[in-house]
């Protein structure tokens, strides 16, 4: 039963960073073939992909964000993380973290967290 959890702060300064944490429970983030995803929704818009940990460690990022983008991971508490640096408002969205066999196709969501900048 694989379970997955986001947290970290709800309200972020603009220009500072937005950091979050997805912890895995019920399977391992090294599965071969699995990959790790961090997904954005903003206030009445679209899911939006940020990027993705594979399964050997190496991550991947939307073109859009690569820059201010990072992605890792700490196997040994099963976890993998985003920081988005630079955030402004338009940055304010639900983010969740997802796995499955594809990149970017699904077998396990988390419940998503909401993530305001603001001053």
């Known amino acids: 039963q694989v379970q997955l959890q986001e947290s970290g702060p709800g309200l972020v300064t603009p220009s500072q960073t937005l950091s979050l944490t997805c912890t895995v429970s019920g399977g391992s983030i090294t599965t071969n073939y699995y990959y790790w995803s961090w997904i954005r929704q903003p206030p009445g818009k679209g899911l939006e992909w940020i990027g993705a940990?594979?399964?050997?460690?190496?991550?991947c990022y939307s073109p859009s964000l690569k820059s201010r983008t990072s992605i890792s991971r700490d196997t040994s508490k099963n976890q993998f993380t985003l920081e988005l640096s630079s955030v402004t408002p338009e940055d304010t969205a639900v983010y969740y973290c997802?796995?499955?066999?594809?990149?970017?196709?699904?077998?396990?969501w988390g419940q998503g967290t909401r993530v305001t900048v603001s001053s």
């Open positions: 940990m594979s399964y050997s460690g190496r991550p």
């Open positions: 997802a796995g499955g066999e594809n990149l970017k196709r699904y077998d396990y």
